[in-house]
Structure formats: C-alpha cells, structure tokens
Antibody, heavy 119, light 107 residues
Framework: QVQLMESGPGLVQPSETLSLTCTVS????????VHWVRQPPGKGLEWMGV???????DYNSALKSRLSISRDTSKNQVFLKMNSLQSEDTTTYYC?????????????WGQGVMVTVSS | DVQMTQSPSNLAASPGESVSINCKAS??????LAWYQQKPGKANKLLIY???TLQSGTPSRFSGSGSGTDFTLTIRNLEPEDFGLYYC?????????FGSGTKLEIK
C-alpha cells in the first residue's frame, strides 16, 4: 500500500541547515509528484515545494532562496534541505503525494516530523 | 497566489448533528477544491476533491458543494470519529494553497 514517512532531526540550531528525508513505498517517484508541506504549531498548512515526477523542482517563492528538494529514485526517497533556519521554521514538516486524477491535491500524506529550531 | 479564507475557525457540535464549514477563494477556482481531515498522530486524510467528489473510503455523510469562489463541506449525522481539524485547499492552480483550518469539537 502507499506510504510516505518523513525522518530527520527533531532539533536544529538557529542558522543551521535542516535535512529531511521522505521515504515512500507503494508507488514510483517517476510516476507521481511528491510535495513538502509544513505547519507551524497551532497554525495552518503551508506548501513548500515539489519534486515533479520528471525530476525537476519548484518552490514556494517565500522559501526559494533557502530551500532545495532532491531525490534518489533507487532508494525511493525525496530530500528536503533548508538553510539559515530561524525560530519561525519550528514546525511540523510533511511530505505528500499528489494525486494524478485531477492534480495539485494530495491523496496520501506522511505523519509528519516535528522540527524545533533552538539553541 | 490564491488566498483561501476558511470559516468558522472553531465549531462545536454533538454526535448526530450536522455541521457546515465554509471556504472562500480570493478568485475563481472553478470546482477545484479539496477538503482534508487532520487528527493528532495520524496522517492527513483527503476527504473530497474537485469540490464534491468523495475520495475512496470517505463516508457518505460527508459532502462538498460550491464552485467559483464559495465552497462548503457538510457533515451530516456526526460520528465521534469526525471530530478534529478540517482544511480546505484549492487545486485549480499552482501553487496549491490552504485555508486556515476549522477545529470541530464535541459539544
């Protein structure tokens, strides 16, 4: 069955770089787009960026200068790296699969990984 | 980017009742609105896409309506497992954008 699972450090120092991994199963990264979405505590969801099935990427314009998404199709993994972390980057980070029926919505999500930015 | 305004932010109801959650887009998104349910410790669940199409596995007590800029999620005959957070998301254009969420609590 389709599964996505985020992993990464729970605590990151201010100004450092966050590295997260989304490990997927039950589908191919070359057939589906995988997105990253984040949610600050008690707040709404913010789209961060996407790894398109063809291998290209797009990013939220507000995060573009700090964000990088890549993948390893042989390991069924999508990676997120974001630099210059600040306290406002303390959020839960999700990866999600985009449904291909219509597009731009998400039929499967990971459970999320909570990241705290603090010294 | 399309701004999504969701209301109310909080809602209290009893099992068996019906509730409605509204979502308004800053410009027309045709029929392309999705609804998600969020519960602690669980993956977000897609309920409805394209405004009114139930995702496989979504109970029929959930329904979505609307087009253009105004949309509604209705839950009839509330079950205990329906309590949680609900989010709308436009999927008409890139980038996808979300509403601010509605917390549905037991009265």
């Amino acid at each position: 069955q389709v599964q996505l699972m985020e992993s990464g450090p729970g605590l990151v120092q201010p100004s450092e770089t966050l590295s997260l991994t989304c490990t997927v199963s039950g589908f191919s990264l070359t057939s589906y787009n995988v997105h990253w979405v984040r949610q600050p505590p008690g707040k709404g969801l913010e789209w961060m960026g996407v790894m398109w099935s063809g291998g290209s990427t797009d990013y939220n314009s507000a995060l573009k200068s700090r964000l990088s998404i890549s993948r390893d199709t042989s390991k069924n993994q999508v990676f997120l790296k974001m630099n210059s972390l600040q306290s406002e980057d303390t959020t839960t980070y999700y990866c999600a699969r985009e449904d291909t029926t219509v597009g731009y919505y998400f039929d499967y999500w990971g459970q999320g990984v909570m990241v705290t930015v603090s010294s | 980017d399309v701004q999504m305004t969701q209301s109310p932010s909080n809602l209290a109801a009893s099992p068996g009742e019906s509730v409605s959650i509204n979502c308004k887009a800053s410009k027309s998104i045709s029929k392309y609105l999705a609804w998600y349910q969020q519960k602690p410790g669980k993956a977000n669940k897609l309920l409805i896409y394209s405004g009114s199409t139930l995702q496989s596995g979504t109970p029929s007590r959930f329904s979505g309506s609307g087009s253009g800029t105004d949309f509604t999620l209705t839950i009839r005959n509330l079950e205990p497992e329906d309590f949680g957070l609900y989010y709308c998301q436009q999927h008409n254009e890139y980038p996808p954008t979300f509403g601010s969420g509605t917390k549905l609590e037991i009265k």
